[in-house]
């Protein structure tokens, strides 16, 4: 029995047992909740990735897989790093953001994570428009068979709070 639960704040100031960062596919950090998670988490989440990067992912992970690393100094046990698609009007790319998802689940049950948190994936510098994403986000989480007991949103300011909150029911 999986819970889906909403917290409004700071991914990085969450207690779970994996958090997922919104990546980018070179794994070497950037803005948004990729650069809080390196500030907070500390080198150790860096070093890790640069080893995935020189053992697995020369060309850098692929859009909509995921794979995790240490969380470093964060409250979590992994960090499950995932990389979302750039949204685009003219060509329908939910199925990778339902990946990001279902991805980040699969390597979270392979983990025997039991608490997950996510963040709003690809809604930042992404520019995937919320409600369409949390829209994905929710109905991945509702019919993916898991055996995470919870799965949580953490939403970034109270309007992307509303809109999942909105969508949840
Ligand atoms: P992407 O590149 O996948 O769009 P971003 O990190 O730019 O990823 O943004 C994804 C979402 O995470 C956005 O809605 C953004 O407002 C939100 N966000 C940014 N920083 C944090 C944080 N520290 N905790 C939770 N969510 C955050």
């Known amino acids: 029995m999986t819970t889906i639960t909403l917290v409004q704040g700071d ?30 988490g500390g080198p150790a989440i860096l070093e890790a990735c640069r080893t995935l990067r020189a053992s697995r992912y020369g060309k850098g992970l692929p ?8 969380a470093g100094d964060l409250d979590a046990c992994w960090v ?54 949390a829209r994905i986000a929710l109905e991945t989480a509702r019919t993916i ?3 995470v007991e919870e799965i949580r949103f953490v939403l970034f300011g109270r309007d992307a709070y509303d809109v999942f909150a909105g969508r949840l029911g």
């Open 80 to 133: 499950i790093h995932t990389v979302g698609p750039v949204f685009s009007s003219t060509e329908d790319r939910s199925e990778l953001l339902a990946s990001c998802y279902r991805e980040s689940l699969r390597v979270a049950d392979e983990l025997g994570a039991r608490t997950v948190a996510f963040p709003a994936i690809s809604t930042g510098v992404y520019r995937w428009p919320m409600a369409d994403a």
């Open 11 to 40: 991914i990085t100031r969450q207690s779970a047992d994996a958090i997922v960062n919104a990546a980018n596919s070179s794994l070497l950090g950037g803005g948004g909740v990729d650069g809080a998670i390196h500030r907070r």
């Open 63 to 70: 859009t909509g897989r995921a794979v995790a690393t240490t």
């Open 145 to 147: 068979p898991t055996a």
